[in-house]
């Protein structure tokens, strides 16, 4: 856990308390703060005071006593309007922080120059991230993953010169964290997203530009958006502004890393960096947007000051990577055909990278709770299903997308639909053949979320594995 002494003796707001909100306010009390801990449900109090939190009515609360509120990135800051939270502090001109906030503050104030490497992006962010965090850790690094991945960020170990923190960061996060200042700043793409929180698309860019703009070293940014293309020449333009870093897998890029075809390419100044690194038969790397991911991932390492070199051992640190639960998994294969868990596709965008990384046979689940505009930008990848297995709510309107273009079943259920897809693929016994799970919908129609949807695509494979007598 990090102490966080920066608000040592002073009293602290925290509103959100599932589990960044109970790390923040043990973290604060470690570091000497009183803490005013509240939380909008009831359930969330109760956990709060089961773990030991001083529980303070907010609404009824005296805001001058505050130094700071606390918010849990998922409370709104600004839209669709600000939480009454945000509009109590603001008016009694106390500062509203987030979680990610405090460990700047906390390093700035014990270890400056310990090394951070903080990526945002609309898509790939956790998978770069823990990219990353499996590279510098293959090369022998202390390593600390978390923020918008695993960890909440004040479980971490604390910040020192010889550990590496590698933060998964979130427009919430970031929006909340006017100090941030990582070593090394990685944006990766920008698309329209978390507008109903953020307004706009462009205030949303302009959240994702503020990480970019505070790194201390380099700032790694692809350009293949034109979003985060004017961004890197905004922030390269600066005389006082970081290293910029292109990344890209469209063209070549003269000080960055790129991906025209399978393979990474570095460059410094017009000149190749470092020998060519293929990326082919990575399988948990396939896809062009996984090539992005481990551009991103190259330059970033590379870009960490005093060199974490790795001419030796790259190639093979990106040849492990387990990958991301839930993301492209494999989850088995038997004979001719692989079942993917792409579970954490949750919209169609998500669901492109999927289909995009297989060229044919593809026997796909799809459905649930959709989202708005459905699966219609997927008709170009059509002509690579072999056949849908529609479930959850979304059954008739992806039913009326697919139309006659490709075959389809109403399974309803996932568990019917891994029977029949499954039972499919396997009889016809064709040659790169994959059932693939990547649902283009939320999950809460049928399941609490998509890990727990993953996890049962998982099981009802192995099910059906094992009653086809594979192992």
Same mark, same amino acid.
């Given at each position: 856990?990090?102490?966080?002494?920066?608000?040592?003796?002073?009293?602290?707001?925290?509103?959100?308390?599932?589990?960044?909100?109970?790390?923040?306010?043990?973290?604060?009390?470690?570091?000497?703060?009183?803490?005013?801990?509240?939380?909008?449900?009831?359930?969330?109090?109760?956990?709060?005071?089961?773990?030991?939190?001083?529980?303070?009515?907010?609404?009824?609360?005296?805001?001058?006593?505050?130094?700071?509120?606390?918010?849990?990135?998922?409370?709104?800051?600004?839209?669709?309007?600000?939480?009454?939270?945000?509009?109590?502090?603001?008016?009694?001109?106390?500062?509203?922080?987030?979680?990610?906030?405090?460990?700047?503050?906390?390093?700035?104030?014990?270890?400056?120059?310990?090394?951070?490497?903080?990526?945002?992006?609309?898509?790939?962010?956790?998978?770069?991230?823990?990219?990353?965090?499996?590279?510098?850790?293959?090369?022998?690094?202390?390593?600390?993953?978390?923020?918008?991945?695993?960890?909440?960020?004040?479980?971490?170990?604390?910040?020192?010169?010889?550990?590496?923190?590698?933060?998964?960061?979130?427009?919430?996060?970031?929006?909340?964290?006017?100090?941030?200042?990582?070593?090394?700043?990685?944006?990766?793409?920008?698309?329209?997203?978390?507008?109903?929180?953020?307004?706009?698309?462009?205030?949303?860019?302009?959240?994702?530009? #503020? %990480?970019?703009? /505070? +790194?201390?070293?380099?700032? @790694?940014?692809? $350009?293949? =958006?034109?979003?985060?293309?004017?961004?890197?020449?905004?922030?390269?333009?600066?005389?006082?502004?970081?290293?910029?870093?292109?990344?890209?897998?469209?063209?070549?890029?003269?000080?960055?890393?790129?991906?025209?075809?399978?393979?990474?390419?570095?460059?410094?100044?017009?000149?190749?960096?470092?020998?060519?690194?293929?990326?082919?038969?990575?399988?948990?790397?396939?896809?062009?947007?996984?090539?992005?991911?481990?551009?991103?991932?190259?330059?970033?390492?590379?870009?960490?000051?005093?060199?974490?070199?790795?001419?030796?051992?790259?190639?093979?640190?990106?040849?492990?990577?387990?990958?991301?639960?839930? #993301? %492209?998994?494999? /989850? +088995?294969?038997?004979?001719? @055909?692989?079942? $993917?868990? =792409?579970?954490?596709?949750?919209?169609?965008?998500?669901?492109?990278?999927?289909?995009?990384?297989?060229?044919?046979?593809?026997?796909?689940?799809?459905?649930?709770?959709?989202?708005?505009?459905?699966?219609?930008?997927?008709?170009?990848?059509?002509?690579?299903?072999?056949?849908?297995?529609?479930?959850?709510?979304?059954?008739?309107?992806?039913?009326?997308?697919?139309?006659?273009?490709?075959?389809?079943?109403?399974?309803?259920?996932?568990?019917?639909?891994?029977?029949?897809?499954?039972?499919?693929?396997?009889?016809?016994?064709?040659?790169?053949?994959?059932?693939?799970?990547?649902?283009?919908?939320?999950?809460?129609?049928?399941?609490?979320?998509?890990?727990?949807?993953?996890?049962?695509?998982?099981?009802?494979?192995?099910?059906?594995?094992?009653?086809?007598?594979?192992?």
């Amino acid at each position: 856990m990090i102490r966080v002494s920066t608000f040592n003796g002073r009293t602290v707001a925290v509103f959100g308390l599932g589990a960044s909100g109970l790390a923040t306010v043990r973290a604060l009390e470690a570091g000497g703060a009183v803490v005013a801990a509240w939380d909008d449900s009831e359930a969330g109090r109760k956990a709060a005071a089961d773990a030991g939190a001083t529980l303070v009515d907010l609404a009824a609360a005296d805001w001058s006593a505050f130094a700071a509120l606390v918010l849990a990135p998922g409370v709104p800051l600004t839209h669709p309007e600000p939480h009454w939270t945000v509009l109590r502090a603001r008016a009694a001109g106390v500062e509203v922080i987030g979680d990610v906030e405090l460990f700047f503050r906390e390093r700035a104030a014990t270890s400056p120059n310990s090394p951070v490497v903080a990526i945002t992006g609309t898509n790939g962010k956790s998978t770069t991230t823990a990219l990353i965090a499996h590279i510098l850790r293959e090369l022998g690094n202390d390593v600390q993953l978390g923020g918008n991945i695993g960890r909440a960020v004040l479980t971490l170990g604390p910040p020192s010169e010889d550990r590496i923190h590698v933060l998964e960061l979130s427009s919430f996060q970031i929006d909340l964290s006017p100090g941030a200042a990582p070593t090394v700043a990685v944006l990766l793409n920008i698309t329209p997203d978390h507008i109903d929180r953020h307004g706009t698309v462009e205030h949303y860019a302009e959240v994702k530009r #503020r %990480l970019v703009e /505070a +790194a201390q070293g380099t700032a @790694v940014i692809g $350009i293949d =958006d034109d979003w985060c293309a004017r961004i890197a020449e905004d922030v390269e333009r600066r005389t006082d502004g970081p290293n910029v870093r292109r990344i890209s897998v469209r063209e070549p890029v003269a000080d960055g890393v790129y991906s025209l075809d399978g393979t990474l390419h570095e460059r410094a100044h017009r000149h190749e960096q470092t020998a060519p690194i293929p990326l082919d038969g990575i399988a948990t790397l396939r896809g062009r947007h996984n090539w992005q991911n481990a551009a991103a991932a190259v330059a970033a390492v590379g870009a960490l000051p005093n060199g974490v070199r790795y001419q030796v051992g790259l190639a093979s640190a990106l040849r492990t990577f387990p990958g991301l639960p839930h #993301r %492209l998994e494999i /989850a +088995a294969r038997l004979g001719p @055909v692989e079942f $993917i868990n =792409d579970s954490k596709a949750t919209n169609a965008d998500s669901t492109e990278k999927a289909l995009a990384s297989f060229e044919r046979n593809i026997h796909w689940i799809l459905g649930g709770k959709p989202k708005e505009g459905g699966i219609t930008t997927l008709k170009s990848y059509f002509t690579r299903v072999a056949k849908a297995y529609l479930i959850g709510e979304a059954t008739e309107e992806f039913a009326a997308t697919l139309g006659a273009d490709v075959p389809f079943e109403r399974c309803g259920t996932l568990e019917v639909a891994v029977e029949r897809a499954g039972n499919a693929a396997l009889d016809e016994g064709r040659d790169s053949s994959v059932v693939l799970l990547s649902p283009a919908c939320a999950s809460y129609d049928q399941f609490k979320n998509f890990e727990v949807r993953g996890d049962a695509f998982k099981s009802l494979v192995a099910r059906l594995i094992a009653q086809r007598g594979g192992r």
